[in-house]
């Protein structure tokens, strides 16, 4: 089975099954609960898991001023608002797809450390 990882501007982290049989932006929009034509993929903050890790954000996040998306901005290093998907990606073809099991508890991992690191340096201001 693979997934979708949704993280919202209010820390909620879920993981959402990807449909195989389905386009990618239907499942990437009902994600990020947007009808916009505009879904923006976002460069993830540098990492030692492959090129095949994606963040995606709504672009209309910023528009409608939606609140900041703390967890989201510790996991890329970029101020991001709104809620984020994190899906699998190839570089090769372009097709975005579901993250495996295995993938899904790196990020999961990942997001923990991010979000870690980021309330210790806050702290430490």
Same mark, same amino acid.
């Given at each position: 089975?693979?997934?979708?990882?949704?993280?919202?501007?209010?820390?909620?982290?879920?993981?959402?099954?990807?449909?195989?049989?389905?386009?990618?932006?239907?499942?990437?929009?009902?994600?990020?609960?947007?009808?916009?034509?505009?879904?923006?993929?976002?460069?993830?903050?540098?990492?030692d898991r492959g090129n095949h890790i994606t963040v995606w954000a709504d672009e209309d996040g910023?528009?409608?001023?939606? @609140?900041?998306?703390?967890?989201?901005?510790?996991? +890329?290093?970029?101020? %991001? =608002?709104?809620?984020?998907?994190?899906?699998? !990606?190839? @570089?090769?073809?372009?097709?975005?797809?579901?993250? +495996?099991?295995?993938? %899904? =508890?790196?990020?999961?991992?990942?997001?923990? !450390?991010?979000?870690?690191?980021?309330?210790?340096?806050?702290?430490?201001?």
């Open positions: 089975m693979s997934h979708l990882l949704k993280i919202t501007a209010d820390r909620k982290v879920e993981a959402i099954a990807w449909n195989n049989e389905e386009d990618s932006l239907p499942q990437l929009y009902r994600a990020l609960s947007t009808d916009s034509t505009i879904v923006n993929m976002v460069e993830p903050a540098p990492h910023w528009s409608h001023n939606s @609140p900041p998306n703390l967890y989201g901005t510790a996991y +890329t290093g970029g101020l %991001l =608002r709104g809620t984020i998907a994190v899906t699998a !990606w190839n @570089p090769r073809t372009g097709e975005t797809f579901g993250l +495996t099991d295995e993938q %899904l =508890r790196k990020e999961e991992d990942h997001l923990i !450390w991010a979000v870690t690191m980021f309330i210790a340096r806050y702290h430490a201001a």
